[in-house]
């Protein structure tokens, strides 16, 4: 079992900086692959970066150049750090981690997450 917790969601203008943050808890030794998904009102999930192990990282297209994960596995904490945020970035954003088989499949993301946390919201630019 993984446990996550989201937290640095917020307000922001357009064009601004948030970084999200995950603290992972549990079996975390056995979480090859860590990431995030988000989720708008009345859409899919959609994947946006990930970060496995050996740290190599991978990110959606609407995430290349203006998101970077990172992790400390010494701490056992995920980051997402987002800048240049728009709008359509609007969503509730969600840590997650790859730790067993099965597990939910993105698009563009290398791993199938079968833990997350109860998400953190971000409004956005306005």
């Known amino acids: 079992q993984v446990q996550l917790v989201e937290s640095g969601g917020g307000s922001v203008q357009s064009g601004g900086s948030l970084r999200l943050s995950c603290a992972a808890s549990g079996d975390t030794y056995s979480s090859y692959c860590m990431g995030w998904f988000r989720q708008a009102p009345g859409k899919e999930r959609e994947g946006v970066a990930s970060i496995d192990s050996d740290g190599n990282t991978n990110y959606v297209d609407s995430a290349k150049g203006r998101f970077t994960i990172s992790q400390d596995r010494a701490k056992n904490t995920l980051y997402l750090q987002m800048n240049s945020l728009k709008p359509g970035d609007t969503a509730m954003y969600y840590c997650?981690?790859?730790?067993?088989?099965?597990?939910?499949?993105?698009?563009?993301?290398?791993?199938?997450?079968?833990?997350w946390g109860q998400g953190t919201q971000v409004p956005g630019s306005s």
């Open positions: 997650a981690a790859e730790a067993g088989g099965g597990g939910y499949y993105f698009t563009g993301l290398p791993c199938y997450f079968n833990y």
